[in-house]
């Protein structure tokens, strides 16, 4: 009865390498988000998507590319990782914008 | 622009004592407002919201928050802290006009428990 899941839990992989993060959500909601905790736990998110259509994009690369098939699942990719993309990508969704967030239990990548 | 700014670090408590984390913001008008706790190697759990009405809210876990419109806060108070409480704390505000319904997050406070 997992709420948001994402999977892997942990990815270790060499730079230049492209991966790609699932995330699912069984609580509903329309809206899905992608956030990025660095090193010093500072939170950050990356994208927004509403009923499959992107709303937020904070400026992040375009070798990040999200991808949401419905509204129930919002994957990740990026391509030709970086050393700096080693982060922890939390998943969240929410039931309408404005409320509260349901977070998923975090990737931990790891680019060496 | 919004923003969430928690002055405390690192805060340290001895078991069954009262604990209050700050939280001020800095928002055009009336903001949403999150606590959310981060065990280790966990995602983040909603701990109590504010949306409107009643300015002090109670949450999960025994915590409570105050808003406090004159001086752009939202702490976060515990009367008797647990050994469990131990994680990293984030003050979060949201969403705003223009911005699509993204939460700006604090920097995070880490409580330890001294047993």
């Known amino acids: 009865d997992t709420a948001v899941s994402q999977t892997p839990k942990y990815l270790v992989t060499q730079m230049g390498n492209d991966k790609s993060i699932k995330c699912e959500q069984n609580?509903?909601?329309?809206?899905m988000y992608w956030y990025k905790q660095d090193s010093k736990k500072f939170l950050k998110i990356m994208f927004s998507?509403?009923?499959?259509?992107?709303?937020i994009n904070e400026t992040v690369p375009n070798r990040f590319s999200p991808k949401s098939p419905d509204k129930a699942h919002l994957n990740l990719h990026i391509n030709s990782l970086e050393l700096g993309d080693s982060a922890v990508y939390f998943c969240?969704?929410?039931?309408?914008?404005?409320?509260?967030?349901?977070f998923g239990p975090g990737t931990r990548l790891t680019v060496l | 622009a919004q923003s969430v700014t928690q002055p405390d670090i690192h805060i340290t408590v001895s078991e069954g004592a009262s604990l209050e984390l700050r939280c001020n913001y800095s928002?055009?008008?009336?903001?949403?407002l999150f606590w959310y706790v981060q065990s280790p190697g966990q995602g983040l759990q909603l701990l109590l919201k504010?949306?409107?009405?009643?300015?002090l809210v109670q949450g999960i876990k025994g915590f409570e928050a105050e808003f406090k419109r004159s001086q752009s806060s939202f702490n976060l108070r515990k009367p008797s802290v647990h050994w469990s409480d131990a994680a990293e704390y984030f003050c979060?505000?949201?969403?705003?006009?223009?911005?699509?319904?993204?939460?700006?997050f604090g920097t995070g406070t880490q409580l330890k428990v001294e047993l």
């Open positions: 969240a969704s929410s039931l309408a914008g404005w409320q509260e967030q349901f």
């Open positions: 609580l509903g909601h329309d809206t």
């Open positions: 998507y509403n009923n499959k259509e992107l709303i």
């Open positions: 928002y055009g008008a009336t903001p949403y």
């Open positions: 504010y949306f409107s009405g009643d300015t």
């Open positions: 979060a505000v949201g969403p705003f006009t223009g911005g699509g319904n993204k939460l700006t």
